[in-house]
């Protein structure tokens, strides 16, 4: 099996989300933790370039939406930690 760099990029990004969401399920990981939402944003960039070599729209939709979601998450993480922090200073 000779696999191309982009196909290794959907396999990595295929076991990242797998991989998040069994630590989820573990409670491993918070659905809100920045953790979990990391490993769901570079499996999904990765599952998105893997369609540099066969590209399917509608996987491309659902990875579009995978990575938007994960970036919401993380700003509004990150956001909850700044306020967090700010809290504990004063």
């Given at each position: 099996?000779?696999?191309?760099?982009?196909?290794?990029?959907?396999?990595?990004?295929?076991?990242?989300?797998?991989?998040?969401?069994?630590?989820?399920?573990?409670?491993?990981?918070?659905?809100?933790?920045?953790?979990?939402?990391?490993?769901?944003?570079?499996?999904?960039?990765?599952?998105?370039?893997?369609?540099?070599?066969?590209?399917?729209?509608?996987?491309?939709?659902?990875?579009?939406?995978?990575?938007?979601i994960?970036?919401?998450?993380?700003?509004?993480?990150?956001?909850?930690?700044?306020?967090?922090?700010?809290?504990?200073?004063?």
């Open positions: 099996m000779d696999l191309q760099w982009h196909q290794w990029c959907g396999i990595v990004g295929a076991c990242l989300v797998v991989l998040a969401y069994f630590l989820l399920q573990v409670t491993r990981f918070s659905g809100a933790g920045l953790p979990y939402l990391l490993l769901n944003l570079f499996g999904a960039i990765g599952m998105a370039v893997s369609l540099y070599g066969t590209f399917s729209m509608s996987v491309m939709i659902m990875q579009l939406a995978w990575i938007a994960s970036l919401f998450g993380i700003v509004r993480a990150l956001g909850a930690r700044g306020r967090a922090s700010a809290g504990t200073l004063r």
